[in-house]
């Protein structure tokens, strides 16, 4: 976008060797983080740099592997991912390994995903896509966790195309004072002319999860396999749940401080 000063029109600066490290956690594998990765790669002066989980590590949230060994890995035998490398691990191991010490740089900017369904209200607290975003901005990384709100990855050229043009605005506003921030946004699965636009907005809440799924293994073992996640508790205006059921593209801020400061004087009462 173009802004004017003194009758002038000013164009945004030219990004000029600017550095993303790109994980997602649906595995190094998926549809989503390699569209997004050649959608980054459009970008003028942008380097992008892939290291992403081996399989699929939904649900993991910022979990870190501490007893197992980690392997790193390169892809040479498939065109759509050479070159990308892989981790036996976490979303979060990945981000972990190549900031304290895989990479020889540090990272312009921390991108995750595209993420193959919603991670809105309290899927954040659970999401892989996020956790790995979130291990960048815990090193002092900007950081972004993108995520089409349906699975199946209908209309994923218009999400990628959308969320790179999204990256690349940040990345004009990054300087050495910026202080690191993160940022959850969930595209709906829509063709761009059909999307409403963006909107800042509040975390909704969830309904508890739907009952837990018992089977009987072949060596008659009672196997138990985590419901689906509840539907929209809270998708008022103002939340994500009710930005992206308009059409709209939801950006959430986030931090980490899960503090209840608004009772720590009733809990100062009642434990001093």
């Not at 815990?138 to 994923?156: D, E, N, R, Y």
Request: some cysteine; overall charge negative.
């Amino acid at each position: 976008m173009k802004s004017q000063m003194n009758g002038q029109i000013i164009a945004p600066p030219t990004i000029k060797s600017m550095k993303i490290l790109l994980c997602n956690d649906d595995g190094y594998q998926a549809d989503g983080i390699v569209a997004l990765y050649a959608a980054l790669k459009r970008l003028d002066g942008v380097e992008v740099e892939v290291i992403a989980p081996e399989q699929n590590n939904s649900a993991k949230s910022n979990a870190l592997t501490l007893n197992a060994p980690l392997y790193l890995h390169r892809s040479e035998s498939d065109s759509r991912t050479r070159g990308f490398r892989y981790i036996n691990g976490t979303p979060a191991d990945c981000v972990h390994i190549a900031l304290t010490g895989l990479l020889d740089y540090k990272p312009d900017m921390v991108v995750s995903g595209i993420n193959n369904g919603a991670n809105m209200g309290d899927d954040t607290l659970y999401s892989g896509t996020v956790g790995a975003a979130m291990e960048g901005y815990l090193f002092g990384v900007p950081a972004i966790a993108f995520s089409q709100v349906k699975k199946g990855w209908s209309h994923l050229d218009d999400a990628v195309n959308y969320a790179a043009e999204f990256v690349a605005q940040r990345l004009h506003g990054l300087s050495p004072m910026t202080p690191p921030w993160l940022l959850n946004v969930n595209i709906p699965n829509l063709p761009t002319e059909k999307l409403q636009g963006l909107r800042v907005t509040r975390l909704g809440r969830r309904h508890a999860a739907e009952p837990v799924i018992k089977q009987q293994s072949p060596r008659g073992e009672t196997m138990y396999w985590i419901g689906a996640a509840g539907p929209a508790k809270d998708d008022a205006a103002g939340t994500d749940f009710h930005a992206t059921i308009e059409g709209y593209v939801s950006v959430t801020p986030l931090h980490i401080d899960l503090t209840d400061a608004d009772r720590l004087s009733f809990w100062s009462d009642k434990l001093l």
